[in-house]
């Protein structure tokens, strides 16, 4: 059964950590919903879950290969058409997505490249690579940034979908997705001020 733990984790931003002492157990179908102001440590956190820079202290558990990242970059290749980006994006996790473009009322747009897409148009085919990544944990930062109210309610049904299916979804998002889920709020865990020492691993570029 999949399960994602953190156990006394704390994450650093710029050499500073942001917050610590973060106890975390979610299993096959639950949501956790990151809270917090702007820079109380929200995205840190998920980049951390999803292996993009190390914890400043304590331990992740997650099974290999199990977790799927979306955050406020798309991902999309403007060059590509959306069937191409997300033929592409199958290609390399290996999954099958043969109605996400549906799922994510893309598919009359399958044609067109994607540098002449909307900013709304853009995000839902950045969040239908979550659904051929074969991935049960999706780390997701804000992911309704710029979707209208329709959008907004069809990707709560495909969160909600993909927790019945067993998946676990931890989301920092401002808007109320109306879903049963755990609430975090990192206000409770900010860290005193001070500087944390860097794993020697650490990569510049997730600082």
Known sequence: MI????????????????????????????????????????????????????????????????????????????????????????????????DALARLDLAHLADRPAARLSAGQRRRLGLARLLVTGRPIWALDEPTVSLDRGSVGRFTKILRAHLGQGGIAVIASHLDLDLPAQVLDLDAHRAAPGPVARPSSFNEAFG
Do not use: C, M
């Not at 006394?8 to 157990?25: F, H, K, P, Q, T």
């Open 3 to 98: 399960r994602l733990r953190a156990r006394d984790l704390a994450v650093a931003r710029g050499g500073l950590r942001v917050i610590e002492g973060v106890e975390l157990d979610l299993r096959a179908g639950q949501a956790l919903i990151l809270q917090g102001p702007n820079g109380a440590g929200k995205t840190t956190l998920l980049r951390t879950i999803a292996g993009l820079q190390p914890p400043a202290a304590g331990t992740i558990e997650a099974p290999e290969d199990s977790i799927a990242y979306a955050a406020h970059a798309d991902a999309v290749k403007p060059t590509l058409t959306v069937a191409e980006n997300l033929a592409f994006w199958a290609q390399v996790f290996g999954g099958e997505g043969s």
